[in-house]
């Protein structure tokens, strides 16, 4: 039996696999199982920041995991807590709570938004998101995505989530307004709903108005934080400083990870007893995030603009393009053909893409170099052609 049809056989069911095995990589490259290359724009669906087999990423995840794997939250280790302090310090947040995934850091948050409001003795329980959103898949995370095609077979979720329109300032203040929110919670970019940026001026006026109201202001940054859009998360191009923010998928490089930020407003919302994990704050995994956050810095940002630009204009010229969306290394693409078509034509052209909805969405790594970029873009220029 191949591979394939064993995973067809014992996983279940729920992703429609590539047809392709893949075997290793190194970098941006990644080989299947009969040799071919392919130059990696996924990542992985945004994890691997530095690419695959990233050298010191390797040596600080096994330098920790030949010294002290796992411990549990009941002890002191180093990473978690300088992994902690490495965020904090960058983002001037105040506390970190770490979990496996982004759904899971969406959920602590989501418990954070509840406490807070009832520690105040707000009659507030009802978070706020917008459609076309995503924010995980747990069940009260799936209540959250405001995308009605995710909820309709897992009825019933779990209630207290309102939906807004995205970039439409007065939908948001009426539904807030009408349900008495503790908190709203958005993406600067919508990804999986298509790689669509928020607008500059919505996303400052319902800071503002969750300021005003002592409604914590949340940000997502699961898909486009650490350093994934061109500055370390994507909020800062907005000018706010979010109460709590989320990220994981890049953090970690490969290794299951994520992080709920929380602000001066609300850092000691939680406390003994009040929300955990037994594998949060891996030491593993904190060493690996800690070697991918340190290396964040001003040139890899700039770098990671000008790759950026050079993409946008690039394919905004393309005969097959309709056009192109997102920030930094996070882009999306209208093609004139349907998008699973020019997948499958630049997978047989040895380049992997990913799509939002209807649209090629490219998630490179950040130190992707130039050449490997270029030869990326002619093959995603034809296959659009
Ligand atoms: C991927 C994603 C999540 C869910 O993350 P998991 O690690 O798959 O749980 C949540 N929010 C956003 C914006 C995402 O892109």
Partial sequence: MTVKSIDKQYVLNTYNRFDLHLVEGKGSVVKDENGKEYIDLTTGIGVTAFGIADEKWIEAVTSQLTTLQHVSNLYYTTPCAMLAKAICEKTEMSKVFFSNSGAEANECAIKVARKYAQDKGYDRYNILTLNNSFHGRTLATLSATGQAHYHELFNPLPSGFVHADANDIDSVIKVAKENNVCAIMIECVQGEGGVIRLDTDFVKAIYSYAIDNDILFMVDEVQTGNGRTGELYAYMHYGIKPDVFTTAKGLGGGLPIGACVVGQKAQNTLGFGD???????????????????????????????????????????????????????????????????????????????????????????????????????????????
Avoid: Q
């Fill in 275 to 385: 929300h955990g994990s037994t594998y949060g704050g891996n030491p593993v995994a904190c060493a690996g995030a800690l070697s991918v956050f340190e290396r964040l810095d001003e040139k890899l940002l700039t770098e990671v603009k000008a790759k950026s630009e050079y993409v946008f204009s690039e394919l905004s010229e393309c005969e097959g393009v309709e056009s192109v969306s997102g920030m930094g290394l996070m882009i999306g693409i209208k093609t004139k053909k349907p998008v699973s078509d020019v997948i499958k034509e630049c997978m047989k052209n040895g380049v992997l893409c990913l799509s939002a909805k209807d649209k090629l969405r490219l998630l490179p790594a950040l130190n992707i170099d130039f050449e490997m970029l270029k030869k990326a873009l002619e093959v995603i220029k034809s296959a659009c052609e």
